[in-house]
């Protein structure tokens, strides 16, 4: 009632309207005032918003306006009167404290609210709107401002959840870490224990560290959101305040700026364990296979033992949780998979078939096909859909002619690069046997170790991948060991295969 009293009132009289008149602009005025004003001047414009008109304006009677008056009656008039003297209605109505007329209008010069006197009479020039427009532009840029906040909160709870998991991820990979190296202390001799109380301290070092840090910054992210909650209720509660209140706080609120938080856990852990790991390896390796493999030799195996006795060993580091089992035809077949391509990850060169268990490189050229980040854009290809993080596993793969490189990789390999960076066995991420003409070579960090012995023309190679045990372990036709991988695996690993012009390589299903 109180606004709509306020647009009876005429601008330049200051009282209600008496026979009120819209100009082209569509400001109202008592119609004798109106004419009055343009005829004591030499130019015809709006006393409200200065519009200018180059010939005097017709005016025309606001027949609504002047019924919303008549209906209005003396009620509208006590009603306005009253709160002007103050009395008992005008209890909530702020008034001008030069002229003790309503605050109705906002100078956007002076940034404070100003009664119709004011405006005509100090504010003439200024630019003016009207008070509840006014309002409403500020909360339109209240509920920014509390946009932006929430939006703030939404990323801190994001950052909270990114890092929570983040550190339970940290915690997982040193537990597994600290089991990998219990097995293969378990599997040395007992003089070397001391040796593994002093590693296991320094990874009990490194996870209380690690995550004694991260969880500070989880606390101060915990903090921040805490704080920016209370900042969108203190600015859902200026909402509640009267007008000239509410417009100055408003213009006070400022969204508060944060420095960014590191949702990463120790983004170099596992640079600093692949100290212990390496030399861990290497000592596993020396143990159980080239101490394995100088007995064998000098106790004439290879003439003399039974075929039992020439069998590899299925493990080569001893996992508990998987036993050995007792012929090694049997015990790998125990741990058969099925394997599928995934197309998502092929590159164009490559062309799948037969239920995307073969692929082959065409040597036509690139087929066109949609773009995917899964995809190696550069690189002669593909992963299997299938990747494991845990247990054993036990696969064949059929390539056609030794062109071709087959492995292991962490799903992170990178795939839009040019050059041998993408290829599997080519970088720390990925683990592979090199078929070439001339030989075989074990590949991992873009190293190469030849294994003994050509690669025939047409071959069958076998793959077993211990993820408990840190051990990837490749057999030839014969199910002769060719070479053994050991390492702390810390992510799932997915079958992968860099495939030459050419060449087609095909996963063997079970049984076969």
Known sequence: MESQNHKMICAICLERYKDPCTIPCGHNFCHSCIKSHWDSGTSYYCPMCKEEYHTKPTLRKNVDLCE?????????RSGVEGRAAGGEEGGDVELCHRHGKPLVLFCNQEKMTVCYECAVKQCDSHDKSMLDEERHNQELILQGKEKEIERLIEETERSFLNLSENIS???????????????????????LAEKQEVTEHFLEEQRQS?????????????????????????????RELPDTELIKKSMLVTVPEYQHICTEVSPSLQERLSGVTEVLSKVSKLLHED?????????????????????????????????????????????????????????????????????????SGPREVPEDKARFDHTWQVLCCQGFSQGMHYWELEVSKPWAYVGVTYESIPRKEKGKRCM????????????????????????????????????????????????LTFYGPDQSRLHAFHCAFTHPLYPACWIGEGVSVSLCPPGT
Do not use: Y
């Open 68 to 76: 919303l008056i008549e209906g209005a009656g003396s009620s509208g």
């Open 169 to 191: 991820q940290a915690d997982v990979t040193l537990q597994q870490t600290s089991k990998w190296v219990n097995a293969k202390f378990q599997s040395l001799l007992k003089s």
């Open 424 to 471: 599997v066995g080519m970088n720390d991420l990925s683990w592979s046997l090199q078929l070439d003409e001339r030989q075989l070579s074990a590949c991992h960090g873009g190293r190469q170790e030849p294994v003994s012995g050509p690669p025939p023309p047409h071959c069958r190679i076998g793959v077993l991948l211990d993820c408990d045990a840190g051990t």
């Open 291 to 363: 101490l394995e493999r100088a007995v064998g030799t000098a106790l004439g195996h290879d003439k003399q033992a039974s075929p039992q006795d020439k069998r590899p060993v299925l493990a080569v580091v001893p996992s508990p949780a998987a036993p050995f089992a007792p012929g090694l035809r049997e015990g790998l077949d125990s741990h058969r998979c099925s394997l599928t391509f995934d197309p998502r990850t092929a590159n164009g060169h490559l062309s799948l078939s037969h239920g995307n268990t073969r692929a082959e490189h065409l040597s």
């Open 210 to 238: 690690t995550i004694t840090e991260a969880q500070e910054r989880l606390s101060e992210l915990e903090e921040r959101a805490r704080k920016l909650k209370e900042n969108k209720e203190q600015v859902s509660a200026l």
